[in-house]
């Protein structure tokens, strides 16, 4: 079985920072790609930013210069470092990773942490 559990979330004011962890545990063969979501009341859940195993990343426009995805060494953990946060940040995160299980690879996603920053 495997597990994603987040942690980070909170209340901020703008311009604050707030740094998301998200750690996989479980019968994990490997992980390949790590990805943070977002998904604000009333909107679509849309991709944040990307971290493959390579340690290659991607941001979605609205975060670039702002937020910085990581990984630690286990590659098991995720993090998003959020600078500058401005209200539109607001939104529940969800973290995704895609883990290999024997030769199979699967999509798992973490419960979710709220993000609320204050004008």
């Known amino acids: 079985q495997v597990q994603l559990v987040e942690s980070g979330g909170g209340l901020v004011q703008a311009g604050g920072s707030l740094r998301l962890s998200c750690t996989a545990s479980?019968?994990?063969?490997?992980?390949?790609?790590m990805t943070w979501y977002r998904q604000a009341p009333g909107k679509q859940r849309e991709l944040v930013a990307g971290i493959t195993s390579g340690g290659s990343s991607n941001y979605v426009d609205a975060v670039k210069g702002r937020f910085t995805i990581s990984r630690d060494d286990t590659g098991n953990t995720v993090y998003l470092q959020m600078n500058s946060l401005k209200p539109e940040d607001t939104a529940v995160y969800y973290c995704n990773a895609n883990i290999r299980i024997g030769s199979s690879n699967y999509s798992y996603w973490g419960q979710g942490t709220q993000v609320t920053v204050s004008s």
């Open positions: 479980g019968s994990i063969g490997g992980i390949n790609a």
